[in-house]
């Protein structure tokens, strides 16, 4: 039996529908996501109340410290906010935020490549931090520990850039085609 070229085949619609609604099974993760980030706030305000309790013990170094370990607190729950409301937007629903006063400047063009770009540079962002606490205590860290630390983040940095590199040339090659 032979088809002519301009015959479409269309996938079944019950397959095509179970294959769209698929995407729900990320709902309980973005849920758990969420209860991480409520760990992260209680982290934060338990660390936030030790430093106060104990400031009259620590010294600059310990302040210092302790004010980085809150600032990777807060950068970590950002990431997750960033992962959380970006994966749903992209690959569950909508959130349906349009002008809504608190909305994020960013989620209004938001897709997977400007995703990708703002985790990349959160992690960075946090290794960075995971530096300055490592460069403020390195009288207590081993040489070995402080090197894999760096080439760590070396490694972010360059993964970082490869992909933004990789964007530019996709950005670019699909629109020399349309």
Aim: charged share 10%; no cysteine.
């Amino acid at each position: 039996m032979q088809h002519s070229s301009s015959t479409k085949y269309k996938t079944p619609t019950l397959f095509s529908q179970i294959i769209f609604a698929s995407r729900w099974l990320q709902l309980p993760i973005y849920l758990g996501l969420i209860v991480v980030q409520g760990i992260y706030a209680y982290k934060f305000m338990k660390s936030l109340w030790e430093l106060i309790t104990n400031l009259q013990e620590l010294d600059s170094n310990a302040i210092m410290l302790s004010v980085l370990n809150l600032i990777d607190v807060v950068m970590i729950a950002n990431l997750l906010v960033m992962v959380i409301v970006g994966g749903y937007e992209i690959f569950v629903s909508k959130l349906h935020t349009e002008g809504h006063p608190d909305e994020p400047e960013w989620l209004s063009h938001v897709n997977a490549s400007v995703l990708k770009v703002k985790l990349s540079m959160s992690i960075i962002s946090i290794s960075s931090i995971h530096m300055l606490q490592t460069f403020v205590n390195a009288a207590n860290m081993p040489e070995k520990t402080m090197m894999w630390q760096l080439l760590l983040h070396l490694g972010f940095l360059v993964s970082a850039i490869a992909m933004a590199y990789t964007d530019k040339i996709l950005y670019s090659t699909s629109h020399k085609n349309h």
